[in-house]
């Protein structure tokens, strides 16, 4: 993205970037939004970061549909529990039941942004907002620690399969067969799919019409 010219930009045009993305919550403004919107300096000015952050915050105080918007694209991903508690698996290109441990992922990482958004919180990362989130109050205990955990499972899945195909000569992917997994795995899998199911609701009764 750094040799992209269209994000090689001053501030006055990030600042028009954001307001536009939030302005018009439109499916690809919402993926821009939620691609740029955990910027944190790295080098440099850290005023410029922070500066930008505050006009963030200041168009999202006056603009609430987009909150709706945002509680929707949360809801898009659908866990992949059957009857019984089943994992429905889809199938690759080679026949193998697989599941895409990223989608998973971002449903927990959305559901953080989202409330993190909502309650003006300026950590960026996933378990940084959770455990703000919980600390406000917005989490019970129990939440939290489900949450953080399940964040905790799928990654350690993600990188464990990218870097088992990666030893192979492979293309890493995020498609991971359910067989791959132990019975111990698969039932953790279960449970971190029932629970996002369970934030989802929550979603879902904190912004109505999102569902």
């Known amino acids: 993205m ?21 302005g018009l919550a439109e499916p690809q403004n919402l993926m821009e939004f939620n691609t740029f919107f955990d910027f944190r300096c790295v080098h440099g000015k850290a005023s410029l970061a922070s500066s930008l952050r505050s006009h963030i915050r200041t168009e999202l105080a006056s603009t609430e549909p987009f909150f709706l918007h945002l509680a929707q694209d949360t809801l898009q991903y659908k866990p992949p529990l059957g009857f019984f508690g089943k994992i429905v698996t889809g199938t690759d290109s080679q026949g193998h039941k697989t599941f895409n441990v990223k989608d998973a992922m971002a449903s927990i990482v959305n559901f953080a942004r989202l409330y993190a958004l909502r309650h003006k919180v300026d950590e960026t990362s996933t378990f940084d907002r959770l455990r703000r989130l ?5 989490l019970a205990s129990t939440s939290y620690e ?17 870097a088992d195909r990666l030893t192979t000569g492979l293309a890493a992917d995020n498609e991971i067969e359910l067989r791959a997994l132990t019975n111990i795995e698969e039932g953790m899998l279960k449970q971190v799919f029932a629970q ?16």
């Open 2 to 22: 750094a040799r992209n010219p269209r994000w090689c930009q001053p501030l006055a045009q990030w600042k028009s970037y954001f307001s536009e993305w939030i």
């Open 134 to 138: 919980h600390e406000l109050g917005v």
């Open 146 to 162: 489900d949450l953080s955990q399940a964040h905790d499972f799928l990654m350690a899945l993600r990188l464990r399969h990218q």
């Open 196 to 211: 996002i199911i369970t934030i989802q609701k929550k979603v879902g009764f904190d912004f109505p019409g999102a569902g």
